[in-house]
């Protein structure tokens, strides 16, 4: 089964910092999707990417950017010039089935960014 | 969220009583999902839909855990002889999006005293 592994259970940074969100993955699939959702104070999940395993770009969105290597079986998330609106929990998600219905998530990175 | 009410927002039980919680989703949507997320953990899958039919139930940590969505719609998680480990909050979502991302609504808050 898959397996999704977030490292740091929390981080602080001041704002306009750059931070780095790391998320590592084990899937015997040769074909999955990865995910990054964000969790504010609200509570609701909110969708931030999809990557497909065949598609190794990094890509950037604004402030965030996302580095996908097979090589390592990571799929980390970087914040640049972060705001105190960035803080919440993040989310690294695993899917092995085009469906979803095999979603799994890490425990998560709580982000604090501070005034 | 867009697309997914869940009610009740917040339930307190006491141990031993049964609970019923809804998932609203907006219409058309095939797919289904409830996740249990406890306190500090991510979301533990627990059961998917596709229209009426339970797919895969196999996350359904006891068999006092019980989903249905009779209509292919409206679904609900009924939580039997509740227990305080069932504490958690239960999310609902749904499949959409032409990048397949789950959509997730606000969640309902459990807790068993």
């Known amino acids: 089964a898959q397996k999704v592994t977030q490292a740091q259970t929390e981080i602080s940074v001041v704002e306009k910092e750059d931070v780095t969100l790391d998320c590592v993955y084990e899937?015997?699939?040769?074909?999955?999707?990865l995910f990054w959702y964000k969790q504010p104070p609200s509570g609701e999940l909110v969708f931030l990417i999809r990557r497909n395993s065949f598609d190794e770009q990094n890509e950037i969105s604004g402030r965030y950017s996302w580095n996908f290597q097979k090589s390592t079986s990571s799929f980390n998330f970087t914040i640049t010039a972060s705001q105190v609106v960035d803080s919440a929990v993040y989310f690294c998600?695993?899917?092995?089935?085009?469906?979803?219905?095999?979603?799994?998530f890490g425990a998560g990175t709580r982000l604090t960014v501070k005034p | 969220g867009a697309g997914v009410s869940q009610s009740p927002r917040y339930k307190v039980a006491k141990r031993g009583q049964d609970v019923a919680l809804r998932c609203d989703p907006i219409s058309g949507h095939v797919s289904l999902f409830w996740y249990q997320q406890a306190l500090g953990q991510g979301p533990e899958f627990l059961t998917y839909?596709?229209?009426?039919?339970?797919?895969?139930k196999s996350g359904l940590p006891s068999d006092r855990f019980f989903a249905e969505r009779p209509e292919g719609s409206v679904s609900t998680l009924k939580i039997q002889r509740t227990q305080q480990e069932d504490s958690a909050v239960y999310l609902c979502?749904?499949?959409?999006?032409?990048?397949?991302?789950?959509?997730f609504g606000e969640g309902s808050r459990l807790t068993v005293l």
């Open positions: 979502a749904i499949a959409g999006g032409n990048t397949g991302e789950l959509f």
């Open positions: 839909f596709q229209n009426e039919a339970q797919l895969d």
């Open positions: 899937t015997r699939d040769t074909t999955y999707y």
């Open positions: 998600a695993l899917s092995e089935n085009i469906n979803n219905n095999d979603m799994r």
